[in-house]
């Protein structure tokens, strides 16, 4: 019996280390959420049951920031991923960065506000883990309280 694209994609998913991970059902609500929450300090704004919105309330989106800043010592923290599977077979993985800031010649000056990196991954129905298509939207430089997931089925603000 052929693997289901959700298999696939769990297979994918699960051999990156993630220190987040949320399992989202086709209705997005949220099915289960990894220890790696409460390793961060994270763990009151991801609640299995709970239907993912897609936006942290503001002073939850501030302490998430302010924790993360602590944790990463302004270093890109790329074992901070979040992936969203669901029923479709699609996964979204985001990632916490910061972005420097450029002044005269070129030179870092500074760095801006935390943002998520959003890579997309959809599966194709009959494909192979290795066949899975990957698209890469731009950085989302985002203010403190919303979040932005896109693909072709899904839109938040």
């Known amino acids: 019996?052929?693997?289901?694209?959700?298999?696939?994609?769990?297979?994918?998913?699960e051999s990156r280390p993630p220190d987040?991970?949320?399992?989202?059902?086709?209705?997005?609500?949220?099915?289960?959420?990894?220890d790696g929450c409460?390793?961060?300090?994270?763990?009151?704004?991801f609640r299995v049951g709970e239907t993912f919105s897609g936006a942290m309330h503001k002073e939850d989106a501030k302490r998430a920031t302010e924790r993360f800043a602590n944790l990463f010592k302004g270093q890109v923290p790329?074992?901070?991923d979040i992936c969203f599977d669901n029923d479709h077979g699609d996964a979204l993985w985001m990632r916490w960065v910061e972005t420097p800031i450029f002044g005269d010649q070129g030179k870092i000056t500074g760095v801006q506000a935390l943002g998520w990196d959003i890579t997309a991954i959809r599966s194709q129905r009959d494909a192979d883990a290795e066949a899975l298509g990957r698209y890469t939207r731009m950085m989302?430089?985002?203010?403190v309280g919303a979040i932005l997931i896109e693909n072709e089925r899904l839109r938040v603000n």
């Open 78 to 80: 790329s074992p901070a």
């Open 140 to 143: 989302q430089h985002l203010p």
């Open 38 to 45: 409460e390793r961060l300090g994270l763990c009151g704004l």
């Open 20 to 34: 987040i991970m949320l399992r989202l059902g086709p209705d997005f609500t949220i099915e289960w959420v990894s």
């Open 1 to 13: 019996m052929p693997k289901s694209p959700t298999t696939k994609v769990r297979q994918l998913t």
